[in-house]
């Protein structure tokens, strides 16, 4: 009777654990689904049930876990280790539980451990890959991910970790600056799968840091296969365009991307697709069209930063720093960590003079982004800013008077602080005219500051003299300079001051020691769609009790951005109290028109900068006939290395001048500049 009772209960021992494993099935599955609140719920139910049943129990911490508390699965795991010490499954469970709680530490020790008991288990193999390609240590849990795979080929989770560990691995490299790497591991997941995003658009961003404008067109040219991809990928090629300096097709893959997006469902990449669109339009100076796009995105994404980042680049383009401080201010204040914010704000800042800001911003995004290259960029230009210079200027010029003249300068500059510029300078010129055998020399001290009061005041001054010695003449005069350059409005530049010098263009005006007292204002307006308006106005009182006044004034037009090509009509106008026509061109009256070209280099990248201007129009003089008129100028310098530039140039024109008579006029020489120290001899 006893045995048969005890057969009975070992029986329906064993039926109700089959139908335990049986019930568990559907947790099981839910597990495998990602359904996690489900099998938490799930597992629960069979724990009140059977609260001691060892793979309930895991199971359940398995899904609180991964549903929403790693914390308390932690917690679980660790009570289950005390119970089954040797459990290799819970082992792994506990380890995994680690990397949930972002314990990457304690994980990295943990798996060590389990993968040298265990060499051959895949769980603990990928799991410790996947811990050291959190600690960033992509080497070693490269290794490890291709040894799991070795333990089960083609396993999809490892294969997927794999691709993420060569993802963070070029992006190791690509921080480092070490593109080809880069490229070289991202070109390894895509051997697997062509059409990744992730590294299609990874190896994409390689190119555009590395400026390779065609290279990142070839790669986003592979995404367009669906629409949302079609969308991202005209985004990028926007960009590489923008980057290459070809806005006008910038444009127009702008909006492509725009145009598809509006009829697609993804918020998001109707988003990318408006912002991208709006950027382009900056691009182009299309600025009406990107206010008014703008006022409706602000409506749409109401605090929306990206929306604050278009903002503050039009005012970027458009001239209104303060505009541009203020939103980036505002994208900080929602997330102190925005590289947009941080970067933007510091370029915003060196705009607007305030050099002090503009570095601790720069500074900032680098604690933000180790090695952030933009970022590094941008504190190397500052520094680059305020090195000591020391300049050579030689030059030959010769007129049709049968005047020549040789002339040096050395100049020496000292920035004492970011807001402070001191400098010093001595010419030697030598002037000669073969027709009346006349020859002087002259030697010109100079000592100048320049100080930044404000972001819209900067004040300067010069002081110095000239000694001239000659046949017939020798004395010394003072000569000088003050001014304040002032900002009235947002993109004018408005100078005024008084200067004084000694008429040394030849020997004649030498000896005379014709000092003249100049009054000036000069302005410059500039618009924000390239138009422009510059005026000059001096009036000269002369030691020989001669005046002058001189207008001078252009309207230009800004016909690219980069390369700079700038075209426009200037007028000059000049008379001379007195005319003593025998001893220096001095009419009652001259005007003078014409038309110019001026072609200007503007890529920090190239080492060959170049300004060449073409002009022509006519001069009358008095009541004479007209007279054509041209003008060439022409320098072009090399940067040797990042502290030396050499450069030529060269002036020619038959313009009347205002100092001498005769109508042509030629100068050429050469430009060494020197920055002797890699640093600012002062702490910022």
């Given at each position: 009777?006893?045995?048969?009772?005890?057969?009975?209960?070992?029986?329906?021992?064993i039926f109700q654990l089959?139908s335990?494993?049986?019930?568990?099935?559907?947790?099981?599955g839910y597990l495998e689904?990602?359904?996690?609140a489900a099998?938490?719920?799930?597992?629960?139910?069979?724990?009140?049930?059977y609260?001691e049943?060892?793979t309930a129990?895991l199971c359940?911490?398995?899904?609180?876990?991964l549903h929403?508390?790693p914390?308390k699965a932690?917690?679980?795991?660790s009570?289950?280790l005390?119970e089954?010490?040797?459990?290799?499954e819970?082992q792994?469970?506990?380890?995994?539980?680690l990397?949930?709680?972002k314990?990457?530490?304690?994980?990295e020790v943990?798996?060590k451990q389990?993968?040298?008991e265990?060499?051959?288990?895949?769980g603990?193999?990928?799991?410790?890959?996947?811990?050291?390609?959190?600690?960033?240590?992509y080497?070693q849990?490269?290794?490890?991910?291709?040894?799991?795979?070795?333990v089960s080929?083609?396993?999809?989770?490892?294969?997927?970790?794999?691709?993420y560990?060569?993802l963070?691995?070029a992006?190791?490299f690509l921080?480092?600056?070490?593109?080809e790497?880069?490229i070289r591991?991202l070109?390894?997941n895509?051997?697997?799968?062509?059409?990744?995003?992730?590294?299609l658009?990874n190896?994409a961003?390689v190119?555009?840091i590395?400026?390779?404008?065609a290279g990142?067109?070839e790669v986003?040219?592979?995404l367009a296969?669906?629409?949302?991809?079609?969308?991202v990928?005209?985004?990028?090629i926007?960009?590489?365009?923008?980057?290459?300096?070809?806005e006008k097709e910038?444009l127009?893959?702008?909006?492509?991307?725009?145009d598809?997006?509006?009829?697609?469902?993804?918020?998001?990449?109707l988003?990318?697709a408006e912002?991208?669109?709006?950027?382009?339009l900056?691009?182009?100076?299309?600025f009406?069209q990107?206010?008014?796009?703008i006022?409706?995105?602000?409506?749409k994404?109401p605090?929306?930063s990206?929306?604050?980042a278009l903002?503050a680049?039009?005012?970027m383009?458009t001239?209104?720093?303060r505009?541009?401080?203020?939103?980036?201010?505002?994208?900080?204040?929602?997330?102190?960590?925005?590289?947009d914010g941080?970067l933007?704000?510091?370029?915003a800042y060196?705009?607007n003079s305030?050099?002090i800001?503009?570095k601790?911003?720069a500074e900032?995004?680098?604690?933000?982004?180790?090695?952030?290259?933009?970022?590094?960029q941008?504190?190397?230009?500052?520094n680059?800013?305020?090195r000591?210079l020391l300049e050579?200027?030689?030059?030959?010029?010769?007129?049709n008077?049968?005047?020549?003249?040789?002339a040096?300068t050395?100049?020496?500059?000292?920035?004492l602080s970011?807001?402070?510029?001191v400098?010093g300078?001595?010419?030697?010129r030598?002037?000669?005219?073969?027709?009346s055998?006349l020859?002087?020399?002259?030697?010109?001290?100079?000592?100048a500051?320049?100080?930044?009061?404000?972001?819209?005041?900067l004040?300067?001054?010069n002081?110095g003299?000239?000694?001239a010695n000659?046949?017939?003449t020798?004395?010394?005069n003072?000569?000088?300079?003050i001014?304040a350059?002032?900002?009235?409005?947002?993109?004018?530049d408005?100078?005024i001051?008084?200067?004084?010098?000694?008429?040394?263009f030849?020997?004649?005006?030498?000896?005379?020691q014709?000092?003249?007292?100049?009054?000036?204002l000069?302005n410059?307006?500039?618009t924000?769609?390239g138009l422009g308006?510059?005026?000059q106005?001096?009036?000269t009182?002369?030691?020989?009790?001669?005046t002058?006044?001189l207008?001078?004034?252009s309207f230009?037009?800004?016909?690219l951005?980069?390369p700079?090509?700038?075209?426009?009509?200037?007028?000059?106008?000049?008379?001379?109290?007195?005319?003593v026509?025998?001893i220096?061109?001095s009419?009652?009256?001259?005007?003078?028109?014409e038309?110019?070209?001026?072609?200007?280099s503007?890529?920090p990248?190239?080492?060959?900068?170049?300004d060449l201007?073409a002009a022509?129009?006519?001069q009358?003089?008095e009541?004479d006939?007209?007279?054509g008129?041209y003008?060439?100028q022409g320098?072009?310098?090399?940067?040797?290395s990042d502290?030396?530039?050499?450069?030529i140039?060269?002036?020619h024109?038959?313009?009347?001048?205002?100092?001498?008579?005769?109508f042509?006029y030629t100068e050429?020489?050469?430009?060494l500049?020197?920055?002797f120290?890699k640093?600012p001899?002062?702490?910022?």
């Amino acid at each position: 009777m006893n045995f048969r009772y005890l057969l009975v209960v070992i029986v329906l021992l064993i039926f109700q654990l089959k139908s335990t494993a049986q019930e568990m099935e559907q947790g099981f599955g839910y597990l495998e689904n990602g359904e996690f609140a489900a099998a938490k719920d799930f597992f629960s139910e069979i724990l009140e049930t059977y609260p001691e049943n060892k793979t309930a129990r895991l199971c359940y911490a398995r899904s609180v876990g991964l549903h929403d508390d790693p914390s308390k699965a932690n917690d679980l795991f660790s009570q289950l280790l005390k119970e089954y010490p040797d459990d290799l499954e819970i082992q792994l469970n506990y380890a995994e539980s680690l990397l949930w709680n972002k314990n990457y530490q304690d994980a990295e020790v943990y798996y060590k451990q389990l993968v040298k008991e265990n060499p051959e288990n895949f769980g603990a193999l990928l799991g410790y890959a996947n811990t050291l390609s959190n600690l960033k240590e992509y080497e070693q849990a490269l290794s490890l991910i291709n040894k799991s795979l070795e333990v089960s080929p083609q396993n999809p989770n490892a294969m997927l970790s794999r691709k993420y560990i060569r993802l963070g691995y070029a992006n190791q490299f690509l921080t480092n600056r070490d593109y080809e790497t880069a490229i070289r591991y991202l070109d390894e997941n895509l051997s697997e799968n062509e059409q990744d995003q992730e590294s299609l658009l990874n190896k994409a961003n390689v190119y555009l840091i590395q400026k390779n404008g065609a290279g990142a067109r070839e790669v986003y040219e592979k995404l367009a296969l669906t629409k949302n991809d079609s969308i991202v990928a005209f985004n990028g090629i926007s960009l590489s365009y923008h980057i290459d300096g070809d806005e006008k097709e910038a444009l127009i893959y702008a909006e492509k991307a725009y145009d598809l997006a509006k009829t697609s469902s993804d918020g998001a990449r109707l988003m990318e697709a408006e912002e991208r669109y709006v950027q382009a339009l900056i691009w182009n100076r299309k600025f009406s069209q990107a206010e008014d796009l703008i006022d409706d995105l602000k409506q749409k994404y109401p605090e929306e930063s990206r929306i604050l980042a278009l903002e503050a680049s039009m005012g970027m383009y458009t001239g209104e720093f303060r505009n541009s401080i203020e939103n980036y201010k505002a994208i900080l204040a929602q997330d102190s960590a925005s590289f947009d914010g941080n970067l933007g704000i510091a370029n915003a800042y060196f705009a607007n003079s305030e050099i002090i800001k503009a570095k601790n911003a720069a500074e900032k995004t680098l604690a933000y982004y180790k090695n952030q290259q933009d970022a590094q960029q941008f504190l190397a230009k500052l520094n680059n800013t305020y090195r000591p210079l020391l300049e050579e200027n030689i030059s030959y010029s010769f007129d049709n008077g049968d005047n020549e003249a040789v002339a040096s300068t050395t100049r020496l500059v000292l920035p004492l602080s970011t807001r402070l510029e001191v400098s010093g300078a001595y010419t030697f010129r030598e002037t000669m005219n073969s027709n009346s055998d006349l020859e002087a020399t002259s030697n010109q001290f100079n000592l100048a500051a320049r100080y930044r009061w404000s972001p819209g005041l900067l004040l300067r001054a010069n002081v110095g003299f000239v000694k001239a010695n000659s046949t017939q003449t020798e004395y010394t005069n003072a000569v000088g300079e003050i001014a304040a350059g002032l900002k009235p409005f947002v993109r004018d530049d408005l100078e005024i001051g008084y200067r004084r010098d000694i008429q040394d263009f030849n020997a004649e005006l030498l000896n005379r020691q014709i000092a003249g007292n100049h009054f000036f204002l000069n302005n410059n307006y500039s618009t924000r769609y390239g138009l422009g308006w510059y005026l000059q106005y001096l009036h000269t009182e002369q030691s020989d009790d001669n005046t002058r006044d001189l207008l001078f004034t252009s309207f230009y037009y800004s016909f690219l951005k980069k390369p700079v090509l700038k075209g426009g009509l200037n007028y000059q106008f000049i008379q001379f109290k007195n005319q003593v026509p025998t001893i220096y061109f001095s009419p009652e009256q001259f005007h003078a028109t014409e038309i110019f070209l001026n072609f200007l280099s503007n890529d920090p990248d190239s080492r060959i900068s170049y300004d060449l201007t073409a002009a022509t129009g006519f001069q009358f003089i008095e009541d004479d006939e007209k007279q054509g008129t041209y003008r060439l100028q022409g320098k072009i310098g090399y940067n040797i290395s990042d502290r030396f530039i050499a450069g030529i140039y060269g002036n020619h024109s038959n313009i009347a001048s205002a100092t001498a008579a005769g109508f042509t006029y030629t100068e050429f020489g050469i430009n060494l500049k020197w920055n002797f120290k890699k640093v600012p001899i002062f702490k910022y």
